[in-house]
Structure formats: structure tokens, C-alpha cells
């Protein structure tokens, strides 16, 4: 068996990783316009007021992405280039750019993907009521959602409401590494509970207006392994999954915690407060499907030494990775049956079959692939081509690996690759690449298409048959 016939041969970008023009025609500043500008927040300062500039050269972007043969396209829409303070007036200028977008795609018959929110929250909300710490923010996104429904709806099939929440919850509540650069587990615990909410309330609204559409929300999904045959390690990656992979997949997915996380939580950090109504609004709901970034497995270790957060590997340094741990709960471990990149992340192609599999035996759900790729300083030949090999033979093997968990029933809509141009890594700057396009920084952004652009192009022509 192979791939379906209509099967999504996708790739995708983020508003504020690719488009740029950060203050241009109307657009309000977000969160990420201003974190990225205090010193020592990201990669030597980088920042994403240009990026790729994809918003002034979309059409140039499309083209190359049509010359592919690309089935689809997932992007993001900014909320503050639709309402630039996050409520209240609605810029003309911002709605417009959306739709000559998805006009573009279509005109290439590109299938567009929008993601609602990838992170880039309008800065007018986090300094009216702390942002997702409020749950005035759930009418708020509602009316974005509501405004990109109705705009976009008609032209638009598939929805992803939230990009991992939590990767953004985590990294802006728990560790401090995003904004809003807090250190407090209840409050990230809260502030999670309230995107769960407003997740639910927006596929509500989405079922009024778009009738015939496909939503769901996706989640940074990272599969695991006991470090060892011993109980206590096996006690610490059942942990793991329950308070880091079904906590969030199973209150977007079931509209519940895991009841042992439930109680922990509740019982050591006071949260998530849930109110009456909360359950309700959250079980009142379907997805179509769940999306899933995938990028490398985890190993989990009991954590009997307490480890902490030890911060990050964000230089591309191999090896420099610490060890990272929950005190109470488990820790990572370095997994050695397996290769790493330059950022230390485990390059696990069957990790993606068994993780697909774990999810259909829990929510039997359709899945997306909303997110899949190698970042890696990319090599350029003395003609000046881009042969990043090493992407090719990552996304191979993992879209091999697709191709057996089809096989093994999971019904896969499509497949992202992360990304479709180089672009903005949020704590990594330019220099960790994902795309098959590459840019010139040093030349007015000219854009190449890299050996893995002409690669995917073959596989998308003969529909994932010729790797
Ligand atoms: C996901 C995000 O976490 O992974 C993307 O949705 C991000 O926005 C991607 O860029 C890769 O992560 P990083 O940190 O290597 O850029």
C-alpha cells in the first residue's frame, strides 16, 4: 500500500518567522516584535522585523512553491495585522493580505492551511490583562477566530487553531524563555487551561461558519522511552506522558487531564483552577483531526537528583545540551541508539510511526503532520548550490515511516514539512535552517531553491513513491 491519492503533500511557515514588514500597513505590534529586542532574549539579537519578507514577495513565494507541485500550503495568520490591538478595529489592510494569499494559492490549486495563533500575541493584550493569563483573552480570540472564519472560511478547509500550546506555555510560563518570560508552574498551568478553552470555544464558532471545514489544533509531540527495564525509569515515562504529552493532548482531544496529573497538579501547584462551565465548553467539542509536530523522540529517567531546567541547546553546538529534568517527576536522558543533530535533538524516523500509533490507539482521530523537518547549518558547494543532503535523508526516512504507519492503519491527511523557506527560528536566529528555499541575506533576501526542493518536488509527483 501506498500514500492516498489526495494525500496533503504539505510544508509550512509562521507569520512571524517568514513575513517581516512588522509594522507595515496597520500591523500592531505583538509580543515577539518587542521580547526579541531586549537584550540577550534570542540568538545574537535576531529578530523577525524582516524575516523572508514573504509578505511583500508572497507571489514570488507561491510561484516556486506551485513550480513544486506543492498539494498545500500551512500558514499563519498574524492577529495583529487583522486587529492590530488584538480587539476592537479591524485593519482592512491586514485582511486583505490573508486573502490575496489563499486567492494565490488557490490560483495554483495549493490547498491553504491556516494556523489561527502561532504564538505572536498582540502586545495590547498582554499589557491590558496578561494575555493568556486572563480569561478575557477567550471572547478575544474568539472574534479573531470569528473574523478569520468569515473572511477566509469560504476558501479555507483546513483549520489548525493553536500551534503547540505547549511549547508556548511551557517556554513563556515555566522556564522563561519566551515571552512573557515568567518562572511560575501555576500560572503556566492556568495560562494553559485558558488556551484549552479558547481552542474549544473557537471550533464552536468554526462549526456555525464553516459548515464543511476540518479543524483541529497541534501539539509538539515528542514519543518516548523508558531508559531502562528498572520500575522506577518505567514509572518516570508513564509520568512524563501524563503530566507533558496526554495533559495537553488529552484537554485538547477529550476535553480532560489525566486524573493522576489532575491531582498532582492541583494538589502541589494549585492549578489549573477550573471552573463550573470549564468541562462542559471543553467536552462540547470535536476535532476533525489532531495535528502534530514531530521533530525527535525523548528518553525518560527517574529523577532521583531533582534535575532541573538547565537550559537549552540554541547555538547548534552539538553536545552542549544539559540535562533537563522535572524535580518529582522524571528527566530526559540522552537516547545513545540514536544520531543527533547540531541541536541535539534525536533524529528518530520510527519515533513518528509509534507515536501516530499511540495516538490512534487513544483518540482515533485522522492525523495531520502539521510540522516535520532537520534544522542544520546548510552546506554550499563551490557553484554556490545548497546540497543539504542530510534534509533529504531525514525527511525520507521519516516519510517512510509515514508510509508504514499508513499501513498500519493510522489515517494520515497529509504531511508538513518544517519549512517551506528559511526562516526565523525563534531562539536560534537565521542560522539554524529548515526550508527547501534558501536566502541570501547578504543579497537583498534572493531566494534559491536548495537540492531538497527538487527532491520533495519528485516526491510529490509520483505521490511519495519515488524517495
Ligand atoms: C516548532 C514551531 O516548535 O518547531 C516552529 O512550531 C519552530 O515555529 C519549529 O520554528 C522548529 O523549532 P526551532 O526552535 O528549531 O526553530
Not at 490547498?111 to 490583562?129: G, I, R, S
Not at 536560534?428 to 537583498?444: A, L
Amino acid at each position: 500500500m501506498s500514500f492516498p491519492k489526495d494525500f496533503l503533500w504539505g510544508s509550512a511557515t509562521a507569520a512571524y518567522q517568514v513575513e517581516g514588514a512588522w509594522n507595515q500597513d496597520g500591523k500592531g505590534p505583538s509580543i515577539w516584535d518587542l521580547y526579541s529586542k531586549i537584550p540577550g532574549t534570542t540568538f545574537e539579537g535576531t529578530n523577525g522585523d524582516i524575516a523572508a519578507d514573504h509578505y511583500n514577495r508572497y507571489k514570488e513565494d507561491v510561484k516556486t512553491m506551485a513550480e513544486m507541485g506543492l498539494k498545500a500550503y500551512r500558514f499563519s495568520i498574524a492577529w495583529t495585522r487583522i486587529l492590530p490591538e488584538g480587539s476592537g478595529e479591524i485593519n482592512p489592510k491586514g485582511v486583505k493580505f490573508y486573502s490575496d494569499l489563499i486567492d494565490e494559492l488557490l490560483k495554483y490549486d495549493i490547498e491553504p492551511m491556516v494556523t489561527l495563533y502561532h504564538w505572536d500575541l498582540p502586545q495590547a493584550l498582554q499589557d491590558k490583562y496578561a494575555g493568556w493569563e486572563s480569561r478575557e483573552i477567550i471572547d478575544d480570540f474568539a472574534n479573531f477566530a470569528k473574523i478569520c472564519f468569515e473572511n477566509y472560511g469560504d476558501r479555507v478547509k483546513y483549520w489548525i487553531v493553536m500551534n503547540e500550546p505547549n511549547v508556548f506555555i511551557d517556554l513563556g510560563y515555566s522556564i522563561a524563555l519566551h515571552p512573557p518570560g515568567v518562572k511560575d508552574k501555576k500560572r503556566a498551568l492556568n495560562a494553559g487551561h485558558i488556551t484549552a478553552l479558547a481552542n474549544a470555544k473557537a471550533i464552536k464558532l468554526f462549526r456555525d461558519i464553516v459548515p464543511n471545514g476540518k479543524i483541529g489544533s497541534s501539539i509538539a509531540y515528542g514519543p518516548a522511552y523508558s531508559a531502562s527495564n528498572l520500575p522506577e525509569d518505567k514509572a518516570a515515562l508513564e509520568r512524563y506522558y501524563n503530566h507533558a504529552v496526554w495533559w495537553w493532548f488529552d484537554v485538547y482531544f477529550k476535553g480532560e487531564y489525566p486524573q493522576d496529573a489532575l491531582d498532582y497538579n492541583q494538589k502541589v501547584h494549585g492549578a489549573p483552577e477550573i471552573y463550573s462551565g470549564d468541562l462542559e465548553l471543553l467536552k462540547s467539542v470535536n476535532s476533525d483531526f489532531i495535528g502534530i509536530n514531530y521533530y525527535c523522540t525523548q528518553m525518560i529517567a527517574d529523577n532521583k537528583e531533582n534535575v532541573g531546567y538547565n537550559g537549552m541547546n540554541n547555538s547548534g553546538e552539538k553536545n552542549s545540551q544539559k540535562e533537563n529534568g522535572v524535580p518529582g517527576l522524571f528527566k530526559h536522558v540522552r537516547n545513545t541508539n540514536l544520531e543527533y543533530t547540531d541541536w541535539d535533538w534525536a533524529i528518530d524516523p520510527d519515533g513518528l510511526r509509534y507515536g501516530m500509533l499511540q495516538l490512534k490507539e487513544r483518540y482515533n482521530l485522522p492525523i495531520l503532520i502539521s510540522e516535520n523537518g532537520l534544522g542544520a547549518v546548510d552546506p554550499i558547494d563551490v557553484e554556490g548550490n545548497i546540497q543539504d543532503i542530510p534534509r533529504i535523508d531525514y525527511l525520507r526516512e521519516h516519510i517512510i515511516a509515514c508510509r508504514n504507519a499508513i499501513n498500519e492503519g493510522i489515517d494520515l491527511i497529509g504531511y508538513c514539512t518544517w519549512s517551506y523557506i528559511d526562516l526565523l527560528s525563534w531562539l536560534n536566529g537565521y542560522k539554524k535552517q529548515y526550508g527547501f528555499v534558501y536566502i541570501d541575506r547578504e543579497n537583498n533576501l534572493a531566494r534559491k531553491k536548495k537540492a531538497s526542493y527538487f527532491w520533495y518536488k519528485e516526491v510529490i509527483e509520483s505521490n511519495g513513491e519515488k524517495i
